[in-house]
């Protein structure tokens, strides 16, 4: 069965600094790949999809994460990080109706 | 554009109370539609998605069910709520059904 790991549970930067979240796969095909962030008490928000093509996809908020199917990795970057970005992000992997997700990476950013 | 409307946001009910959340798209037709719940520290849980009226798929049989009355609505019962339907529920529709999703803005649901 498709699944995805988000192997941390939490994670702390600080304000400025580099971050990578990671995300692996397990699918028998070319996957369809998500990340997507959810600031407390809300929703979803799509950051950046990637379907074929260029294995480097750029997002919003300053986001971009590669595909590296060697690995079953869709890791998560962004080269500064603003207090803003302090949120849970999921990681999720199209099956062939519906998108599973990650069990989510929880973001907190120290001034 | 499209828009998707959830509510209520906020529901407080006692355990053996009937629920009722509603969730409408607007802006497309004949859209997926899908209902997560999202438990405390915990990720999503897919319950039950729709690629048409009337058509109802179960991901988790439980004590809740789901029904697609009109082409843009989806709604999400339960006949008793128990403890342990407290949660995040989420709305969620797509275009194609293995493309991206478009969540509503949630209900806190606290069973008490």
């Known amino acids: 069965a498709q699944s995805v790991t988000q192997p941390d549970i939490h994670i702390t930067v600080s304000e400025g600094a580099s971050l990578e979240l990671r995300c692996n796969y397990s699918?028998?095909?070319?996957?369809?790949l998500f990340w997507y962030v959810q600031s407390p008490g809300q929703g979803l928000q799509l950051l950046l999809k990637?379907?074929?093509?260029?294995?480097l996809v750029q997002g919003i908020k300053g986001f971009e994460a590669e595909f590296k199917r060697s690995q079953s990795s869709f890791n998560l970057r962004k080269p500064s990080v603003h207090w803003s970005d302090a949120a849970e992000y999921f990681c999720?992997?199209?099956?062939?109706?519906?998108?599973?997700f990650g069990t989510g990476t929880r973001l907190q950013v120290f001034p | 554009s499209q828009t998707i409307h959830q509510w209520p946001a906020t529901l407080v009910q006692p355990v053996g109370s009937p629920l009722s959340l509603e969730c409408t798209v607007e802006g497309t037709s004949n859209p997926n539609l899908y209902w997560y719940r999202q438990a405390a520290g915990r990720g999503l849980q897919l319950l039950f998605y729709s690629v048409g009226i009337g058509q109802i798929s179960s991901e988790v049989p439980q004590n809740l069910s789901a029904s697609r009355p009109q082409d843009r609505q989806f709604i999400l019962s339960s006949k008793k709520l128990l403890l342990s339907d407290s949660g995040f529920y989420l709305c969620?529709?797509?275009?194609?059904?293995?493309?991206?999703?478009?969540f509503g803005q949630g209900t806190r649901l606290t069973v008490v």
């Open positions: 969620a529709w797509s275009v194609i059904v293995n493309t991206e999703a478009f």
């Open positions: 990637y379907f074929s093509g260029d294995t």
């Open positions: 999720a992997v199209a099956d062939t109706d519906k998108l599973i």
């Open positions: 699918y028998g095909a070319t996957p369809y």
